[in-house]
């Protein structure tokens, strides 16, 4: 699935032209601390964060008055203190490539650009509404974890015997284990109680290494 799908559309955006204190205004009634900045073509250019302006209006020694601190935030557009070294995906993305740029860089959003134009914003938090999918954390139902032996064929089996027993998969999940032979399979089904689980998958696991809950 590509990022394009579950992208927030319309984000919060600030402008070039927008002075400091506009721009913490922006932030504080949008309830956010970073936003993405178009110029006035309506391209990304950079991004700022409340901590950016905050920083700008300190001298190096911190010894400022409020006055001077007042003065000096009100005058400040955000194109001088905005970063414009920005990490950006394209609608197309796959969800997994983008998961994986948030966690090798340390990042909390990545802007979505078509053409230079924001076409959208993915955020922690539009990640963890796809994990939630994923463990189908919306749906009622039984969970339970257990160790396979990862070999070809596992999955479609434990596929076909719940099918055979009228049980209903909401969401099946893997994990690495520590053993790079196994993985680990976290398991919601609909129609089961878990000692029904239990018995039907023995014959296919390594160990439960979560009951899970209904």
Not at 200 to 214: I, M, N, R, S, V
């Amino acid at each position: 699935m590509t990022i394009e799908r579950r992208m927030t559309r319309n984000p919060v955006v600030a402008r070039t032209s927008m002075t400091a204190v506009e721009t913490l205004d922006l932030m504080k009634n949008e309830n956010v601390q970073k936003v993405p900045v178009l110029d006035e073509k309506g391209n990304l250019v950079g991004v700022i964060t409340e901590k950016d302006i905050l920083t700008a209006t300190l001298h190096e020694d911190g010894n400022i008055s409020l006055l001077e601190m007042a003065y000096k935030v009100s005058n400040l557009t955000i194109d001088r203190l905005m970063t414009s070294d920005v990490v950006s995906i394209g609608p197309g993305t796959d969800i997994e490539e983008v998961a994986r740029i948030m966690v090798t860089q340390g990042i909390s959003f990545l802007p979505v650009v078509e053409d230079r134009k924001l076409v959208g914003l993915v955020s922690k938090s539009d990640m963890f509404k796809i994990m939630m999918e994923l463990f189908g954390a919306r749906h009622y139902g039984t969970r339970i974890s257990f160790v396979v032996v990862d070999r070809i064929g596992t999955i479609a089996d434990i596929s076909r015997c719940l099918y055979e027993h009228g049980i209903s998969i909401i969401s099946l999940c893997t994990f690495s284990d520590e053993d790079p032979d196994k993985v680990i399979c976290t398991l919601k089904v609909h129609g089961s109680s878990i000692a029904e689980l239990k018995e039907l998958l023995g014959p296919y696991t390594a160990g439960f290494t979560d009951l899970g809950e209904e």
